[in-house]
């Protein structure tokens, strides 16, 4: 490999100019303390000796690290089966590029791995703030990072105890307007095929199913998985033994929609002429299925772009509201059908 | 938001030792100059303070940034719908932070704005080595890179002027497997529906189509798209009014074969009864899907991994073969049908 190539000093901009560091510091930063005439005789010299900031000295002169970190856990195989989070890093990174930043991405295996990854970049000073998502019931993570003083904000939510803002979807309302389809497409035994319900938003949509399908729910109504195609039909196949079997069934992602799909087609059963499936996350493979599967719609790249926009203004001390609420809608497609 | 907590320094370190600050950093960076002992005390003091070196200072003393870079220009909305690269991602940090490095990922819409990404980064010295993909013709990265002297693999490829190394799969031969399955099948009109052209790794597979299929392809043959849906079910349909439509489908990936499948299924077609489908990329939508879809396997997470190690080796200046190669081999399932 070559040498990397040498890069000029702010040192070397100085005694170009005949200034002090410390002044032509100034003028780089936009500080004030040097005349309109010194800061462009500097911006014209870093300009023509393509000058950059050596991204260590910034960091260490106080100035920012100009990175955010996003830190995630979950099975690294599971992981790999739904598009969601990959679309909400490629929105979030779209913002953060936009003002110069970069996103350092991690995955763990455990909130206290992810505990110590937090720690150990807010004191190598590492990264300005930090994207959590996937809240857990009692999580610790919202009191930890505010005892380390590292400005964060959750994809997801709300906190429950408010100690860090949010960019969320109100959950509630994404299964009430899913049930609500059901209910007025003429189907009266539902049942949810849900995620892990240690997560809170699974807990909070469980809540919301139950109420909602108050009256009209099968038995088993709920049956919780971990995100696997395997629980998937696992799943779908005990709601076929039940002694009532329901008329529809809500899946928590596009994943466990299309297991489900594939076991009640291999039971013998066509959607939708004999049941109706939705699912609690849209993408391209819904659309793409046959049938179409009628799905909650948000955007997990805008989504992350709202993220992103709230966690650089919570960096630069700009005030904000603390939750921030995306309305979800519903694409009614060909998976259901009025009984 | 409380001040950061206050955190012991190199000098703190020092000081309570009553020896040099370089001495005091010989020893936490296992350098030769001290001796055994005063290593032994230095270490234990950090470990009772929790003292861990600020990142940046590490960084400016010539150590490390500890970061690696992944740059992948992409049009934001199609690259949501395939998990190739989440899982890619998945796997490069897996090895990464088992090492204690941090992964900086950035999206650009350009390979100009690429270029400028690494230079930037190279410059700043915010990555000791980066990743990069989706190798096109003519492409001005490997050489820009070898200019910069930033370590860089590249997930593909290999790279026909072997300017930087490479964790490559043979595409060549995954198109082989594939034609030969469909030949032995009793197929005898074969098309290629394929991603853009431009990307290296499509041109191989196409040349390698065309040899393979050589004597037993229909016309039209090979079909380039954006790998978007849409065109995924346009060039469907171009097959379909062929005056001599295929018998076998290869699609460039499961997206492109999950519009395909819908798309001759509109048309009235049994897949796999009356034509048969393959995708060149697996994914869990393959296996979930009715019929389940034959596909090249490779785990992408795997393959990440493999692409971190290289780059680890290289940065840390250990030999290496320019181009490692993974065999692909083929899972058969439910699409494809002897006739």
């Known amino acids: 490999m070559p040498q990397r190539r040498t890069r000029p000093t702010l040192k070397d901009l100085a005694n170009r100019l005949g200034i002090s560091e410390s002044a032509a ?10 005349s309109e005439q ?18 260590a000295a910034r960091t260490l002169s106080g100035i920012t690290s100009m990175t ?25 990174q779209s913002v953060l590029s ?29 990264v300005e703030g930090v994207i959590i998502s996937d809240l857990r019931r009692g999580d610790p993570r919202p009191a930890y990072l505010r005892d380390l003083g590292l400005p964060a904000v959750l994809a997801g939510g709300p906190d429950p105890r408010k100690l860090i803002p949010s960019v969320t979807v109100d959950d509630g309302a994404a299964i009430r307007l899913l049930v609500e389809h059901l209910r ?7 049942a949810y095929v849900s995620g892990p319900a240690y997560l809170l ?26 995100y696997s195609d395997e629980q998937g039909r696992a799943a779908t196949q005990r709601l076929l033994r ?42 391209a493979i819904c659309m793409a ?30 005030s904000e509201p603390v939750v921030e609420a995306q309305q979800p809608t519903i694409a009614i497609r060909e998976s259901t059908r009025q009984r």
Not at 25 to 34: E, I, T, W, Y
Not at 117 to 125: I, N
Not at 246 to 254: G, K, R, T, W
Request: proline share 4%.
């Open 184 to 190: 007025n497409a003429g189907h009266r035994r539902l």
């Open 68 to 92: 955010v970190g996003f830190v995630l856990t979950r099975d690294v195989q599971q992981f790999g089966m739904e598009t969601f989070y990959l679309r909400l890093l490629t929105g979030a």
């Open 25 to 34: 510091s100034f003028a780089l930063n936009g500080r004030p303390g040097v």
């Open 289 to 318: 299925l046959q049938p179409a599967l009628t799905a909650v719609q948000r955007d997990p790249t805008v989504f992350g772009e709202a993220v992103a926009r709230k966690l650089l203004r919570l960096v630069h001390n700009e």
């Open 242 to 283: 039940a002694a009532n079997p329901p008329d529809a069934v809500v899946f928590d992602n596009e994943v466990l929609a299309v297991s489900g799909v594939r076991t009640l087609n291999g039971a013998g059963l066509s959607v939708p002429a004999d049941i109706s499936v939705v699912s609690c996350e849209d993408s």
């Open 201 to 226: 938003h699974v807990h909070r949509r469980i809540t919301a199913f139950r109420r909602a399908a108050d009256g009209i729910m099968a038995e088993p109504g709920v049956i919780g998985t971990d």
């Open 38 to 55: 010194t800061r462009k005789r500097v911006l014209a010299l870093a300009e023509e000796l393509q000058w950059s900031p050596h991204h």
């Open 98 to 126: 936009e003002r110069g930043y970069g996103l350092l991405f991690q995955m763990t295996h455990s909130v206290d791995e992810e505990l110590a990854v937090l720690r150990r970049w807010s004191e190598e000073r590492r």
